[in-house]
């Protein structure tokens, strides 16, 4: 099953922040989804919705029942390792649909900090994180690089501009 966000707007609040968007599965245009930020639920708007049913709602449950549960990490604090005593959590609709926006605002900010800065990751670099050059991405950079950092994997060629 592929997702894929469009017209995707964030907003700041005095919760936090929230979010909206379109949720395309598979190609087709399934969900308008709602995070208003003021510490709800996400509300979900399904486009195929006859009589209160609607196949790619169900799609979409399934696929979210079948994932496994997140674990939680050993750097987690505490509260949140007392919340989940077993060590992982449940994977549900709100938090599935948040990880989806969240991937997709950092993918969009890292595509902006690739059009002047050249980004690369070292193998022992924690998740999420990568050393910013301020200087275009070229090969002649990457070379110069790659002379001290053999190992290095640049995330300008790794995303897809």
């Known amino acids: 099953m592929k ?5 995707f707007g964030s907003m700041r609040t005095p919760d936090g922040g929230g979010y909206s968007f379109d949720l395309y599965i598979d190609g087709a245009k399934a ?26 709602e169900d799609k979409f449950a399934a696929h979210v029942a079948a994932l496994p549960p997140e674990v939680i990490p050993e750097t987690a604090e505490q509260w949140e390792k007392d919340l989940y005593p077993g060590g992982t959590r449940a994977i549900d609709t709100d938090t599935f649909l948040a990880g989806l926006a969240d991937d997709y605002e950092n993918a969009r900010r890292i595509k902006r900090l690739c059009r002047t800065k050249t980004l690369y990751r070292l193998p022992n670099d924690k998740p999420g994180t990568f050393w910013e050059v301020r200087k275009p991405f070229s090969p002649d950079l990457k070379a110069r ?14 995303l897809s501009l």
């Open 31 to 56: 969900a308008f989804v709602c995070q208003e930020g003021n510490g709800g639920c996400t509300m979900v708007q399904w486009y195929d919705r006859v009589h209160g049913k609607s196949a790619l």
């Open 145 to 158: 690089l790659l002379a001290k950092h053999p190992q290095a994997v640049f995330v300008n060629e790794t």
């Open 3 to 7: 997702f894929e966000i469009k017209k």
